[in-house]
């Protein structure tokens, strides 16, 4: 949009920049900028216009995407501009992904590079290679605790290590996705040492106070993310005689972006990033971003205003690189991270969808399908050019963040209803098999979280000790199912290492002090790759996964109907039990798929005239696509297997 003021800001600045700057060919980059210039300018100037150094912040944030532009390898411009063409590229089916740790999935990065083909074995194809970056040993947090946003961690690898990664990947059409903790970071960070040291400046990039005063005001409203090991939000530096803001652990100092400075400075690490080759970038606990006193200090207006601004910004210099939002947090406050009032995304593609992981889990547990169906029913709709990520597993904890209404809408008691999952999963409920434990319970609010691996979550763990072969086959299949539900559903689907060859809770982390606390860690195991070997033997549990897995990714690659256009529509079954969803193709919405899965441990039948209802013709020639042949039918019933599913298509 054309408007005066902002335009002629932009005339002066770029008649300020950097004689360096101006006699570069920034066709490209000017040609975005001009048309990305009145929101940055907006957003900007909303955020940081009441500061008399707001135009030199301004300049200097030209300057840092101008730069950035310049840096930016030949090869990455072209993708941007491939992508500019083919603007709804990642919408389609074609992708699926895993997020690993380099040093469990393969020691370090050169061996990320080197496991290439396994990944293109499964159909693999975007792979998120969680926190590479320095960090203190010890107090990490797996790595979100970054000392140096600039610098690969030794025990990792090297830059030119990453560098071979991408290459890799590039070469074989793998999107490489890469984490930036936005929220925070290490105590040890230089930025973090320089304001130990006294410097005004650096102390300015974090929250500190010299008394309780409005700490205790912010205490009030404010949740506790890690009650168990880190309770409160902010922790006494004695150095400093100062509380310092930290919400996550007491080694995790957050940002403050109430100044601008701290917004260009991980604007420009966003940049160095994707600069690098990382076609997406993870934002890490978006959510908490700004800070408001008598707020919970998530989900504020602000935080979606810069993470609007980042999006703006990054279009400028590298609009082929996408944002995934990590904001794990009410379900009507997730898709606001694709950005509000607008057509196409305006903060994040792509989001954690936290609610049909949690969902999926409740479904699993009651052997019903009750809660899922009424949290997906009010699920806003999301924009157009904006995708999920789904995901069953991954290297947090699962946090039961249902609605509470929607708790109570299916005769759940909220409290009581989580309290009966979190004892499920940790296998106290009688008859439950799984082997999960808690995660952060917290006394004050009887809340707690779970953790576990996936194979040891739906009791596969517990089957195999027994040698019980019938609740060996049961648990296969719930791995099965619910993958067939992320492949499914609308999204990208993101495997998490480890789940495709059913790998089990890893204890170890028991008898190391600086991770025994933090239950997360008996779910980032370290694969044994001999046992992965046996993913090639007919018969083992390995075998199992990793070959329904394979299939059904090639299959969701070929079925048009599975790319996320807002093309679903839930189906009533009217069994409890079941859950079912038509997927369209949105060109030709002749071409569909029927989802139906069964949650419950018996086989389930469904009227076909049900189905006939929802305008799926199963009289008519259907089969699955998974098997290859038609569904059971008995007197005029559909049959579906214990924890099996059906993707149908017709002739
Ligand atoms: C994100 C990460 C989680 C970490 C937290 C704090 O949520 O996924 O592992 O503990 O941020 O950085
Ligand atoms: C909280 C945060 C989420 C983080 C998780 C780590 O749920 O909202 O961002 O991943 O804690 O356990």
Redesign the pocket.
Known sequence: MYEQISHSLLNQILDDLKPEIRSQDLRHFYTRLGANFYAIHNLFHHLYGRRDDFQAQMLKLVETLARQYIQRPDALKMLDIERENDHNWFLSQQWVGMALYSAGFADNLAGVADKTPYFQELGVNLVHIMPILECPTGKSDGGYAVSNFRQIDDRVGTLEDLQRVSSEFRKRDILLTLDVVLNHTSNEHQWAKRAIAGEQKYQDYYYMFDNREIPDMFEQSMPE??PETAPGNFTWNETLQKWVMTVFNDYQWDLNYSNPTVFIEMLDVILFWINQGADVVRL??V??IWKKMGTIC?NEREAHLLLQLMKDCCQVTAPGALFIA????APVEITKYFGEDAIIAKECEIAYNATLMALLWDALATRNCRLLYQGLKSLPDKLERATWLNYVRCH??I?LGFDDNDVRQVDYEPNAHRRFLVDFYTGQFKDSIASGVP??RNDKTGDA?IAGSLASLVGLETAVKTGDQKAIDIALNKIILMHSMIFSFGGIPLLYYGDEIATFNDYSYLDQPDKANDS?WIHRPKIDWLRAESRNKQGTVEHGVFSALKKMIAIRKETSAFADFNNRQLVDTTNPHVFSFIRYDHNRPSERVLVICNFSEQPQRIEMAKLSAAGFGIYGQVYDLYSGKRPTQFDNQLVIQPCLFYWLSEF
């Open positions: 993310i890690f890490d606990a959510a908490f998530q990590e904001a794990i947090v947090d904890d946090g995660f952060m979280r997360r």
